[in-house]
């Protein structure tokens, strides 16, 4: 797909996402890494809702801007998700209200912010991890996503938000919208005593679509 082509689709799915409400003002980023390892990534106080294709930013492998607006803050956590997740070709980040809302109950495991709700919050989205606080732009929270090990494609971050990488950009984007339908369903049925996927439903998920599931890695993968 052409450099022109991929800023389309980054605006066009981002309009999307603004339009439905999933990531408010100018909140949220996208990025995209191109055969050459340099990125396309969405500017810095740019709205999902209004981007121009000529003022993404576009850098090298290493980082450096080439042209278009300054990027987005959020760089460090793309960077990490990118350096450990070998797949990633495409990484959302919103602060979408469910997803963000789930981060602050006290009872979510870091290891599995969701339970097996739906199975195809687990064929989108897999498992889902949650790092700690740490403000906006803050290197520190790369050294956190490279803890996980590239574990895992979709990672929220505690009142922040969710960011979430794919093996094409319209891959990301599903897989965070599953997510934040998965949360809203969680605080629906929180405290109601739902009934989740047990886990054979959840080992034949595994087994039919080969899903790379962290919970998994030991029994069935031998781990990373």
């Not at 999307?16 to 990531?23: D, I, Q, Y």
Request: aromatic share 6%; with cysteine.
């Amino acid at each position: 797909m052409s450099d022109a082509r991929l800023r389309e689709e980054i605006c066009r799915y981002g309009r999307s996402l603004f339009e439905r409400g999933l990531t408010p003002g100018s909140s949220g980023n996208i990025s995209l890494r191109l055969e050459d390892g340099g990125w396309l990534v969405t500017p810095t106080n740019a709205s999902l809702g209004f981007l121009d294709p000529a003022r993404i930013s576009r850098l090298d492998a290493e980082g450096r801007l080439l042209s278009g607006d300054k990027p987005t803050k959020e760089i460090p956590l793309h960077t990490a998700l990118y350096d450990t997740r070998g797949s990633a070709r495409a990484i959302v980040h919103l602060h979408s209200t469910h997803a963000v809302a789930l981060t602050m109950l006290p009872e979510i495991d870091p290891r599995a912010a969701l339970p097996p709700m739906t199975p195809y919050y687990l064929m989108r989205a897999g498992e889902t991890a949650l790092v700690p606080y740490y403000r906006p732009g803050d290197p520190a929270v790369a050294d956190a996503i490279r803890g996980l090990a590239g574990k895992y494609s979709s990672v929220l971050l505690a009142n922040h938000g969710p960011v979430v990488a794919g093996d094409s950009l319209e891959a990301a984007v599903f897989a965070t919208e599953e997510l934040e339908e998965t949360a809203k369903l969680y605080l629906l049925l929180r405290n109601l005593n739902p009934r989740f996927l047990s886990p054979a439903q959840v080992a034949d998920l595994v087994n039919t679509f080969g899903l790379d599931l962290p919970s998994h890695h030991d029994h069935d993968h031998g781990g990373d």
